[in-house]
């Protein structure tokens, strides 16, 4: 997917084109309103001089109405203004969701959970916050172009001083813009990164404190903290600094458009009423200046976050689909040719239909990336992994998911209740269960299947999330089921019934287990062992544990 900053910048833009147009127009009302009011107040004080009461009390009923409708073009214009960001933040974080989501994959490659989450959520918001600047751009641009068109019709030096001095203000704030974007962005990388950091710390706090490594994981933390810390500040100076000079520059300007009118008005060319009105423009002028300043500002930092969401979008996808249909039905039957890759070296492997095969790899590596091949969420590097023949990487990795389902050892459940994590009929539901061991931890939880989970099930124990996690594979029914060390969190009664489950469940439908399990692995067809990133021997569980010392070994140790 080809993306670039400035098309999701558009496009986060053309999304909102009908809530950012009607806030362009009321607010743009609004500050006509604004700068007629100068102008309206300085004829009211000249009629009343001159005593004009009919025209006097007209001026005063239009100004009356000017009010009014100034308060109701602002709350429309801001509401406007502000779904038309919310909404495009929240549309760039489904679009965001779904790449990462991509049965194809490759967002993730680089880049830490953490990071990710930090991209969706403060990147999108930025992206959001230029829809709601634009409509106060476009308001600021025409209530300058208003006031001075009534200067140039109160004194022509001081409409074309407005005329002519306001252009070189916004080319200088957009000029001064330039290393707050680049700072901005370089924020938002650190920050990407201290989140990362943070989730990765708190998913694995129980393991670290199991090794005594708290100590350690705290400093990177806190390095990556730091050094998130003095990116934040440099680019928080950048944007101080910004508005600082553009405060300064604006106030200089509107005090030479004061001077210029004070002197006028002293040499007798504007009268008591254009003197007022001219000095309320000049401080009405102040607002649209510094809009202009902080549109900027949001764009600068909008371009720099849309740079990085469309980075994500454009990650190349770790597989792509290929030309051939999936088998109608899949039989099941597994072929795995001279796969080469991390911890693999020319294994060759067949599984038929309905087979139950253990693997055990001496080399957790080569573990992980025989599950990735068999789930293709990656390419091997040489040879094949076939479906009845037909070659992995000729298929949809979408359609494949269908048929081939990969239990990662470390898979986790999510926010909701027991049963929408589980998500299958009631009656596939306890049968699956009852064979990952789970109805115990059911019949445990206070309101069983329609318990709420807390984040990634925090409150329940290893062992319980590890058997609802197998429950929910067993649950989906898929013709080839993977799973990788499901029962290294129970202990060794509930793991043997467990086993007896699985194979039960499973009879006729083929299923690999790689784990170094012995329960599991005596339940199993029969097992193959991987060391040194070849297949070394194959056979019965027992015969292996009773002839081959490094199976042995692999297993019992």
Request: charged share 20%; net charge negative.
């Amino acid at each position: 997917m080809s993306q670039t900053g400035r098309a999701v910048l558009g496009q986060a833009i053309a999304g909102q084109r009908r809530h950012i147009l009607l806030s362009s127009l009321t607010i743009t009302g609004h500050h006509m309103g604004e700068a007629f009011v100068p102008f309206a107040l300085g004829v009211v004080i000249d009629q009343a001089v001159d005593g004009g009461t009919g025209e006097l009390a007209l001026w005063l009923g239009l100004l009356g109405l000017v009010y009014v409708g100034l308060s109701l073009s602002y709350r429309v214009g801001d509401r406007a203004a502000n779904r038309a960001a919310e909404q495009a933040a929240h549309e760039l974080r489904l679009t965001l969701t779904r790449r990462v989501l991509d049965h194809r994959g490759g967002a993730e490659t680089g880049r830490l959970p953490g990071a990710l989450v930090n991209i969706a959520t403060g990147d999108a918001g930025r992206v959001g916050m230029v829809d709601l600047v634009i409509p106060a751009g476009v308001a600021a641009f025409a209530g300058i172009a208003l006031t001075a068109v009534i200067l140039l019709l109160i004194s022509l030096p001081l409409g074309l001083l407005i005329l002519l001095g306001t252009p070189p203000l916004l080319w200088l704030s957009h000029r001064l813009g330039k290393p707050l974007e680049h700072r901005s962005e370089t924020e938002q990388e650190h920050a990407a990164q201290a989140s990362g950091v943070a989730v990765d710390l708190v998913s694995g706090l129980r393991v670290l404190k199991g090794l005594g490594a708290e100590r350690n994981a705290l400093r990177r933390y806190r390095l990556t903290s730091q050094e998130s810390l003095r990116a934040t500040v440099r680019a928080v100076r950048a944007e101080a600094g910004h508005h600082g000079v553009m405060v300064a520059l604006n106030g200089a300007f509107l005090a030479l458009i004061a001077l210029v009118g004070g002197r006028l008005a002293a040499g007798g060319h504007l009268t008591i009423g254009q003197l007022v009105s001219t000095a309320g423009l000049a401080q009405y002028l102040l607002g649209p200046l510094s809009d202009f300043a902080w549109l900027n500002s949001e764009f600068a930092q909008g371009r720099a976050s849309a740079r990085r969401i469309a980075a994500v979008l454009a990650s190349p996808p770790a597989v792509t689909p290929g030309p051939h249909e999936l088998p109608d039905p899949a039989t099941g039957r597994i072929a795995v040719r001279g796969l080469t890759g991390t911890g693999l070296s020319e294994v060759d492997l067949d599984v038929a239909p309905g087979e139950f095969v253990g693997v055990v790899a001496t080399d957790p590596a080569a573990a992980t990336a025989l599950l990735a091949h068999l789930g293709r969420t990656a390419d091997p590097e040489k040879g094949s992994v076939e479906l009845d023949g037909t070659p992995l990487t000729g298929l949809d990795p979408g359609d494949l998911r269908a048929v081939i389902l990969v239990a990662e050892h470390d898979a986790r459940l999510f926010d909701g209740t027991v049963r929408a994590n589980l998500t299958a009929n009631d009656a596939d539901l306890e049968a699956a269960l009852a064979a990952a061991g789970a109805d115990e931890v059911v019949s445990s939880l206070p309101a069983g299947l329609d318990t709420v989970l807390d984040e990634r099930g925090r409150s329940l124990s290893g062992g319980q999330r590890q058997r609802l996690v197998l429950a929910r594979a067993l649950a989906a029914d898929p013709p080839i089921l993977v799973v990788h060390d499901p029962t290294t969190a129970v202990d060794t009664v509930t793991e043997a019934r467990i086993a007896e489950g699985v194979r039960a469940l499973r009879r006729d439908r083929t299923t690999i287990v790689i784990t170094t399990s012995p329960a599991l692995l005596a339940v199993t067809d029969r097992v193959v062992l991987l060391h040194d990133g070849i297949v070394t021997a194959h056979g019965d569980h027992a015969t292996l544990v009773a002839e081959h010392p490094l199976y042995r070994t692999a297993v019992l140790s």
